[in-house]
């Protein structure tokens, strides 16, 4: 019985049938030619095998035969794109697909390729699972669930034409359109899209085979899609309503209150919100309606402003003078007037250059100084000095007996009204005059800064000739 004991192999590490088949698969077993021998011999190792061999080899066989097991599973991987549920009728079939390992009849065909000499076999799922996985790594549950996933999703689309694409590109719909689309319309699209992808992804999991529902889903799905590209269609043509640029623009800068107003008007632009849409397309469209409304006072807008929301015009008393007034005090002061309502303010040539500032041309900056010169003196002020270098112009107050200083620039983009209207242009400089872009100097900070500003142009001047 001692002997018998010592002798007997150790319950569970007997190798089954099936291992045996992988093993003269598989390249490992070619390092092993006692093995290799033992197995031609016998076809197995039963235990009345194991107790015939020489103790040596049974040491041997003892203590690497799992570990040589091993190895040979891991020569092969799972071929995933080759997996094959074959239905339902599996175990009824004329011609039944076997096991290449243990011989049963399968439900679930997977295939596995060995590394080294590239032969395939064709294993069941008791075979499979827990032994061996694809190249990346997934394993054999894992390429059944894909397959079957794969499986259903070819189905549904075979049946739902289209289904596939609506599912997982939905949202974008809104992108291909021209128009911002009413909250009315879009909603019960998004509604309708969200319990279409939960039916289908029910379905593609497995957890749901009655079609029905998505049926009805997808039905509920595509009418709300029509609603929402028809409304594109009929309306994109329409001055007033809102296009998907105009919202993207009101996104990026965080107008979602003006956002909410258009949805509430079912996107059609209003008085409300005319003026603060700053979308450059949508500004440029507007230039022809402005004039038609400006031709009557002798104003005419040239183009959208490169960089501003706002549009560069001049008027015919004076065309040489470039100016320019912004969209949002143009919309909110004349914008009722397109559509045929009664402007905040009426609309005149003076109100409209009241309310714009300099476009800083070489001529428009020498005409606007000009009328600065001229006018000047009936504020009791005169210009002690034009300092082109540092860009300032300095004024002599001599009620007070003080120097007053700003930038040159700046005073003729500020005041650029007072070369068309002189009395309202006065009123404007005498309040800029006031504001906190004017400095007041003393008759020696004056020179002091006149002998720095000499400085630096001489430095500059040297500079040059080295």
Same mark, same amino acid.
């Given at each position: 019985?001692?002997?018998?004991?010592?002798?007997? *192999?150790?319950?569970?590490?007997?190798?089954?049938?099936?291992?045996?088949?992988?093993?003269?698969?598989?390249?490992?077993?070619?390092?092993?030619?006692?093995?290799?021998?033992?197995?031609?011999?016998?076809?197995?190792?039963?235990?009345?095998?194991?107790?015939?061999?020489?103790?040596?080899?049974?040491?041997?066989? &003892?203590?690497?035969?799992?570990?040589?097991?091993?190895?040979?599973?891991?020569?092969?991987?799972?071929? +995933?794109?080759?997996?094959?549920?074959? =239905?339902?009728?599996?175990?009824?079939?004329?011609?039944?697909?076997?096991?290449?390992?243990?011989?049963?009849?399968?439900?679930?065909?997977?295939?596995?390729?060995?590394? *080294?000499?590239?032969?395939?076999?064709?294993? @069941?799922?008791?075979?499979?699972?827990?032994?061996?996985?694809? !190249? +990346?790594?997934?394993? #054999?549950?894992?390429?059944?669930?894909?397959?079957?996933?794969?499986?259903?999703?070819?189905?549904?689309? =075979?049946?739902?034409?289209?289904?596939? $694409?609506?599912?997982?590109?939905? +949202?974008?719909? *809104?992108?291909?359109?021209?128009?911002?689309?009413? +909250?009315?319309?879009?909603?019960?699209?998004?509604? #309708?899209?969200?319990?279409?992808?939960?039916?289908?992804?029910?379905?593609?999991? =497995?957890?749901? /085979?009655?079609?029905?529902?998505?049926?009805?889903?997808?039905? %509920?799905?595509?009418?709300?899609?029509?609603?929402?590209?028809?409304?594109?269609?009929?309306?994109?043509?329409?001055?007033?309503? #809102?296009?998907?640029?105009?919202?993207?623009?009101?996104?990026?800068?965080?107008?979602?209150?003006?956002?909410?107003?258009?949805?509430?008007?079912?996107?059609?632009?209003?008085?409300?919100?005319?003026?603060?849409?700053?979308?450059?397309?949508?500004?440029?469209?507007?230039?022809?309606?402005?004039?038609?409304?400006?031709?009557?006072?002798?104003?005419?807008?040239?183009?959208?402003?490169?960089?501003?929301?706002?549009?560069?015009?001049?008027?015919?008393?004076?065309?040489?003078?470039?100016?320019?007034?912004?969209?949002?005090?143009? @919309?909110?002061?004349?914008?009722?007037?397109?559509?045929?309502?009664?402007?905040?303010?009426?609309?005149?040539?003076?109100?409209?250059?009241?309310?714009?500032? !300099?476009?800083?041309?070489?001529?428009?900056? %020498?005409?606007?100084?000009?009328?600065?010169?001229?006018?000047?003196?009936?504020?009791?002020?005169?210009?002690?000095?034009?300092?082109? $270098?540092?860009?300032?112009?300095?004024?002599?107050?001599?009620?007070?007996?003080?120097?007053?200083?700003?930038?040159?620039?700046?005073?003729?983009?500020? /005041?650029?009204?007072?070369?068309?209207? &002189?009395?309202?242009? !006065?009123?404007?400089?005498?309040?800029?005059?006031?504001?906190?872009?004017?400095?007041?100097?003393?008759?020696?900070?004056?020179?002091?800064?006149?002998? #720095?500003?000499?400085?630096?142009?001489?430095?500059?001047?040297? $500079?040059? %000739?080295?």
């Amino acid at each position: 019985m001692a002997r018998k004991k010592e002798n007997s *192999f150790q319950q569970g590490l007997l190798p089954h049938k099936k291992e045996v088949k992988l093993l003269f698969l598989s390249k490992i077993l070619n390092e092993y030619e006692d093995l290799r021998q033992i197995l031609i011999r016998h076809g197995s190792i039963s235990q009345d095998v194991f107790d015939t061999l020489p103790v040596d080899k049974q040491k041997f066989l &003892r203590s690497s035969i799992r570990a040589i097991l091993t190895q040979a599973e891991n020569e092969w991987f799972i071929v +995933d794109d080759e997996y094959e549920d074959l =239905g339902e009728d599996w175990d009824i079939k004329p011609l039944p697909i076997h096991c290449d390992l243990c011989g049963e009849k399968l439900r679930y065909k997977h295939c596995i390729q060995n590394k *080294f000499s590239d032969k395939k076999i064709i294993v @069941g799922g008791t075979c499979v699972k827990g032994r061996f996985t694809t !190249l +990346d790594g997934k394993s #054999a549950d894992k390429v059944q669930e894909e397959q079957s996933r794969l499986r259903r999703r070819v189905y549904l689309e =075979g049946k739902f034409e289209g289904i596939v $694409d609506a599912v997982n590109n939905g +949202d974008r719909i *809104f992108d291909s359109l021209k128009l911002m689309v009413p +909250d009315s319309i879009k909603q019960p699209y998004y509604q #309708a899209e969200k319990s279409l992808v939960e039916r289908y992804e029910r379905y593609i999991a =497995g957890k749901e /085979n009655d079609i029905d529902e998505l049926q009805a889903a997808w039905v %509920r799905f595509n009418s709300t899609r029509s609603l929402v590209i028809d409304y594109d269609q009929k309306n994109k043509g329409k001055q007033w309503k #809102a296009t998907l640029k105009i919202e993207k623009d009101l996104r990026g800068q965080g107008k979602d209150d003006v956002i909410e107003l258009l949805h509430q008007e079912e996107c059609e632009i209003i008085p409300l919100t005319l003026y603060r849409i700053e979308e450059t397309t949508f500004l440029k469209s507007l230039i022809p309606l402005w004039n038609s409304y400006l031709a009557d006072i002798g104003i005419k807008i040239d183009r959208l402003h490169e960089a501003l929301p706002s549009y560069i015009f001049s008027h015919k008393k004076m065309s040489s003078l470039t100016l320019q007034i912004s969209h949002k005090v143009m @919309g909110l002061n004349f914008g009722n007037l397109l559509f045929d309502g009664q402007s905040l303010e009426e609309l005149t040539a003076q109100n409209v250059v009241m309310n714009s500032t !300099l476009y800083q041309t070489p001529q428009s900056l %020498r005409l606007v100084m000009q009328a600065i010169r001229s006018y000047v003196r009936l504020l009791g002020l005169e210009v002690e000095g034009v300092y082109e $270098d540092i860009q300032r112009i300095v004024f002599y107050d001599k009620k007070n007996f003080e120097y007053v200083q700003t930038d040159l620039h700046l005073l003729a983009e500020r /005041n650029a009204p007072i070369a068309l209207y &002189r009395d309202e242009g !006065l009123k404007a400089l005498k309040k800029y005059l006031k504001g906190d872009n004017v400095v007041t100097l003393t008759h020696d900070e004056l020179e002091k800064q006149k002998e #720095a500003a000499w400085g630096f142009k001489e430095s500059q001047r040297l $500079d040059r %000739r080295r």
